[in-house]
């Protein structure tokens, strides 16, 4: 597995920094503010992927590296593995659109497969609702909430790519645990079936989607709880 630290042309290195989903408390910006005083950093970047890029000068880069994990905070994992998880504001706290906890699981899934090693690079967005501002469809794993505690899953989809692609659809309104079922299931295959250094996209491309489906069971929706409805309601009073 890779770490996220890259000389770049100026000679400068860029240190990629991991916390959950893009969320800090006050204690960590801080923490992380005397570390890059400290390391002579230059400027930290906000990444696509919610994490922070810090530029400090070569040699210096080594205490500030070690300091992130007092502050809860870690190299992000690159390379052919699990990446960071990208997941929008979508919760009670954040976004009054959110129909589910989709911050929550983003977390909760960045906590269990970061880092897992993949045929190739292997990205997951997770969205509070049919919005979809952290582009689910665009990632190897998109979730995005369908009503409290019940997610439609796409897999499949290629963003960053000279040949982008749009995730399939593969379950619709399963529950959390099923979420995390589906993602070990579809981890799995990829691992099984994907050629040396293929994106998912590429291979339900060749082999097409079925190979990489669960059994029924994990598919299953749950009962309907009129979420959607409210969604749309809402949709119509604020848009
Ligand atoms: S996807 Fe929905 S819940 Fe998430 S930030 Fe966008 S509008 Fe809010």
Known sequence: MGEGIFKQ???????DVVGSCGVLTPEQLAGLARLAEKAGAIAFKLTSRQTLVALLPEGRAEGFIEGLATLGLRVSPYG??????????GNEDFCPRALGDALGLGMALQERYLGREVPKDFKIAVAGCPRGCVDPYCAD??????????FDVAVGGMG??????????????????????????????FGELAQPREKLGRAIERLG???????????????????????ARFLKEHD
């Open 9 to 15: 042309k100026n000679g400068l290195l860029a240190v």
């Open 80 to 89: 052919n593995v699990v990446r960071a998880v990208k997941a929008c504001p």
């Open 141 to 150: 794993f998109g979730v995005i909430a369908a009503g409290k505690d019940v």
């Open 160 to 189: 960053g790519s000279s040949r982008p692609r749009h995730g399939v659809v593969i379950a619709r309104r399963i529950g959390r645990e099923k979420v995390f079922a589906l993602l070990e299931h579809v981890l799995a295959r």
């Open 209 to 231: 989607v079925e190979p990489f489906l669960p059994p029924a069971p994990t598919l299953a929706p749950e009962e309907e709880d009129g979420s959607l409805a409210e969604f």
